[in-house]
């Protein structure tokens, strides 16, 4: 079972870390477009066989942040009790902070998606930090599929471009 959390509730959970799988998220997302009406950024966690074009109603377990006027940043922590959860993300660019009124159709608001296929990994803690530069155009109609090579764990390492996998092609923390 997948749950999203705040990473400051998640304290309890830390202890058992040992059985879990702990993912931290933290998006970095655009400013407010200029002269728009305010956009809200509502983050959404499924797993599969959930299929990105289907309606996640109900998946967005926190309210939308608010564009600022330059870009922020929103965490999560998601805890798992399997390493081979795929995690899929929306990221949906909504008019209303709980993405519900009618102009906020999903299949028309402007979104990122993104298939993390190997972020878990059990007794580890690892982390994944996208940056969205900009409010999309549009819908998006293909994840980002992000390898597992490019979710952080089990080092230390210096920039957000580090690779984290050796090169056999097994991650570090594998």
């Known amino acids: ?10 304290t309890a ?17 655009p400013p407010q477009p200029a002269g728009e009406a305010q956009r809200y950024a509502v983050i959404q966690f499924a797993t599969e066989p959930q299929e990105f074009e289907a309606d996640w109603a ?9 564009l600022a006027e330059a870009p922020s940043r929103t965490r999560f922590s998601i805890v798992t009790e399997t390493d081979t959860t795929v995690v899929l993300v929306k990221v949906l660019f909504c008019r209303n902070p709980t993405c519900d009124v009618l102009e906020d159709d999903p299949r ?9 296929e190997r972020s878990f990994y059990i007794g580890a803690r690892t982390r994944w930090s996208p ?28 920039s957000a471009d580090s690779n984290f996998c050796r090169l056999s092609g097994e991650h570090f923390c594998e």
């Open 58 to 66: 109900g998946n967005g377990e926190f309210e939308g942040v608010a």
């Open 13 to 29: 959970t830390l202890g058992s870390c040992a059985r879990n799988a702990v993912l931290e998220v933290e998006i970095t997302l």
């Open 131 to 158: 940056e969205i530069t900009e409010v999309p155009a549009g819908p998006d109609t293909a994840a980002e599929r992000v390898d597992k090579c490019a979710i952080e764990g089990c080092i230390r390492a210096g």
């Open 108 to 116: 028309l608001t402007p979104s990122a998606w993104y298939r993390l």
């Open 1 to 10: 079972m997948l749950r999203a959390a705040l990473a400051l509730a998640l």
